[in-house]
Structure formats: structure tokens, C-alpha cells
């Protein structure tokens, strides 16, 4: 789909990029030109992913243990990734989530997921971003968002706040920092298998067979899919977009919002047949 060299000379970092759709946005970057940063809390998921994506692509992985909670080890994570010189690409992707009645969490619930989606962010933003600034650096940030950061979700609330926390900061700072060289967009993306994300919030197989059938396309996205756009978005040939936010979902939010949308699978053939003008 692209010119094999479009991200040569990017550096990129991913955080959360050892599993998941980080690991298939890295393993697409490697292979389109680019060197690899990923961050996460588990070191030896790290080195495991690098080691396999050096070996495929004999492109540069460079990995660094992190919480992203914690800000002053993010800047330290920075600082060290710097030495190589200034990174070009920020993808915030790190994530924690899972499915609970609201009522029952506890604050210790609430701030993990708040901590880790809506802190790691700005922590991890702000540590390039000044740096950056300050530099004059021409950069890009792409903020790994989800549908119901828009509209909201039950049972997600955390999660939900967190990412309309993100998609605020994506749209904001496109304007007040795209003067100043550096884009920020987002990609929300409707279900794409993950053991991360499945295993959380999709832990029954009728859960599964559920959300495929809500879809309008029938189907979950793919990681390549996923991938694919997220290296457009970091490219320079998106270089016009700035503060927007990517739906890739297969039309799933327009169904739930379409007020007659569920008609298709209520109504039977004599149903739509009686709605008909009758004959003159
Ligand atoms: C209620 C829960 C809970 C659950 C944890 N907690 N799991 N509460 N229901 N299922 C509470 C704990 O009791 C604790 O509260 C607090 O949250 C922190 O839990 P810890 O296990 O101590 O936290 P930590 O080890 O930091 O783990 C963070 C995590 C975990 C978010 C809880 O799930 C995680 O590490 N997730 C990372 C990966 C991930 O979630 N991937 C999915 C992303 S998918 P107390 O009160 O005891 O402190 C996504 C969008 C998907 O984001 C959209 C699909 C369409
Ligand atoms: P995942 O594999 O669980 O990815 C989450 C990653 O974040 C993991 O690599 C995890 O590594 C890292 N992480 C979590 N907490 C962290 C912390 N405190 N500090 C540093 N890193 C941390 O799930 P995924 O499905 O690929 O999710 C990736 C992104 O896509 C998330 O932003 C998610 O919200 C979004 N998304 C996914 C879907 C989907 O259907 N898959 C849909 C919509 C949006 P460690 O545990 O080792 O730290």
C-alpha cells in the first residue's frame, strides 16, 4: 500500500508497544523505514517483541521499562531515548481498561485507568512536546483513542473519561502547538482482536459473536488495517490533518446511532412488505 521507505529516518515511540495493536503499528513502522522506541511496564515483553522485530526487519528496537503513571520516570525514558537524537513520532497507545457496573468501582479503579490512559498522555506528550518546542522540531503525536470517547459508554466510565480527556487534549493542542510545527491526531477504533482488550472486555464468546453482529460490515478490523492508517497519519503525506480524530470501526457508532438503524434485523420479510404503498 506504501512506498517501502515512507517513515525513513522517523524515530518513533510507542508506548504500550510490546502487545497488541502497539506491536502491529511497530512492527509496519519498522518495516516502512522507521527506528523503533517502545515503552511498557513488562521488560521481558519488550525485549521478547524487539528481538522478534530486529530479527524480521534488521531495523533498529529500542525498548525502556516504564509505567506511564509515573512522570518522572517517563522523562527519564525521554531524556534517554533523546540521546539518540530528537524523536519525530509520539503514539500514545499504552491503555488499561475493563468492563465493571460504575457503582462498584473503587477510587483506586478509577485512577489506575485514569492514571495510565489520560496521565500516561500527558506525561508522555508534555516530556517531548517541551522538548520539541524548545528546539524547533518538526513532530507529530497520534493518540490511540475509542469511539465512545465522543458519546460515552457504560460499564467503560473510567476509560470513557480518560479518552475524552485525550481526544480534548489531541484537538487542542493541534491548534495551540500547529503553529509551532508539531500535528496531533487520533485513531478510534472499533473492536480489533487483542489479548489485552479481549480478555478484558469481550471475555464470552457471545460477547464476540454479539459486537460482529452489531457491525455493519459483520466483522472485527484487522491489526494491518489498524497499521496501515496509523503510518498514513504519521507520514508526511497527511500532512494537512491536525486535530482530527480517525473512526475505523466498519460503521459500528453509526449504527448505534442511527435511530432506525436496527430495522434490518427486527423486522420480517411480510413486515416490510406491509409497510409497502399498496397497489392502485
Ligand atoms: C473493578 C478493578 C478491576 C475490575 C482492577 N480493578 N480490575 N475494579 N473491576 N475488573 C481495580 C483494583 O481493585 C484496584 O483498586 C485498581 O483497579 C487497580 O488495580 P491493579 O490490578 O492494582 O492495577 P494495575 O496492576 O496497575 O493494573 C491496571 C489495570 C489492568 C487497568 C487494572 O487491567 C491493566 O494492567 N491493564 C492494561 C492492559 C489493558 O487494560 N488493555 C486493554 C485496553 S483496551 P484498589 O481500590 O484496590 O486500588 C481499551 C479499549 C477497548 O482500552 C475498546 C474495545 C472496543
Ligand atoms: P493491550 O495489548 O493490552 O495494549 C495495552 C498496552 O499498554 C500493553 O502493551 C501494556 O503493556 C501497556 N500498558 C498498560 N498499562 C501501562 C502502564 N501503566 N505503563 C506503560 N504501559 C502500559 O491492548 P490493545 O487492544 O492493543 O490496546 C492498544 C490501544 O488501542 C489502547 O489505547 C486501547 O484503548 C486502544 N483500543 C483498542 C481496541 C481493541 O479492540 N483492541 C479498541 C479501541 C481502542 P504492559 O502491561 O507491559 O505495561
Redesign the pocket.
Known amino acids: 500500500m506504501f512506498k517501502t521507505d515512507l517513515l525513513a529516518g522517523k524515530r518513533i515511540l510507542i508506548t504500550?508497544g510490546a502487545t497488541?495493536l502497539g506491536k502491529s503499528m511497530a512492527q509496519r513502522f519498522l518495516e516502512l523505514g522507521a527506528a523503533l522506541y517502545l515503552c511498557g511496564?513488562r521488560e521481558n515483553l519488550l525485549e521478547e517483541a524487539a528481538a522478534e522485530m530486529r530479527k524480521a526487519t534488521g531495523g533498529t528496537v529500542k525498548t525502556f521499562s516504564v509505567?506511564v503513571?509515573d512522570a518522572p520516570r517517563v522523562e527519564t525514558m525521554i531524556e534517554t531515548f533523546w540521546q539518540d537524537g530528537p524523536l519525530d513520532v509520539l503514539v500514545n497507545n499504552?491503555?488499561?481498561?475493563?468492563?465493571?457496573r460504575t457503582e462498584?468501582?473503587?477510587?483506586?479503579?478509577f485512577?489506575?485507568?485514569i492514571g495510565?490512559?489520560m496521565m500516561g498522555t500527558i506525561h508522555a506528550t508534555m516530556s517531548c512536546g517541551r522538548r520539541w518546542l524548545k528546539q524547533g522540531h518538526q513532530a507529530t503525536v497520534l493518540n490511540i483513542s475509542?469511539?465512545?470517547a465522543d458519546t460515552g459508554s457504560g460499564y467503560?466510565v473510567p476509560?470513557a473519561m480518560a479518552?475524552a480527556g485525550v481526544l480534548a487534549m489531541t484537538r487542542s493542542l493541534a491548534v495551540e502547538w500547529g503553529p509551532r510545527g508539531i500535528r496531533f491526531n487520533a485513531i478510534a477504533?472499533?473492536?480489533?482482536p487483542?489479548e489485552?482488550?479481549f480478555s478484558?472486555?469481550?471475555p464470552a464468546k457471545e460477547m464476540e459473536e454479539m459486537?460482529k453482529k452489531l457491525n455493519p460490515l459483520g466483522r472485527f478490523g484487522t491489526h494491518e488495517e489498524l497499521a496501515n492508517l496509523a503510518a498514513f497519519l504519521v507520514s508526511d503525506y497527511s500532512g494537512y490533518i491536525n486535530g482530527e480524530c480517525v473512526v475505523m470501526d466498519g460503521g459500528e457508532q453509526l449504527q448505534g446511532a442511527g435511530e432506525f438503524s436496527h430495522l434490518g434485523r427486527m423486522l420480517t420479510e411480510e413486515q416490510w412488505q406491509a409497510m409497502r404503498p399498496k397497489k392502485k
Open positions: 504500550g497488541g511496564r509505567d503513571r499504552a491503555a488499561g481498561n475493563f468492563i465493571a462498584e468501582l473503587s477510587l483506586g479503579a485512577e489506575a485507568v495510565i490512559v475509542t469511539t465512545y467503560v476509560s479518552k477504533p472499533g473492536p480489533v487483542t489485552g482488550a478484558r472486555l469481550m459486537a
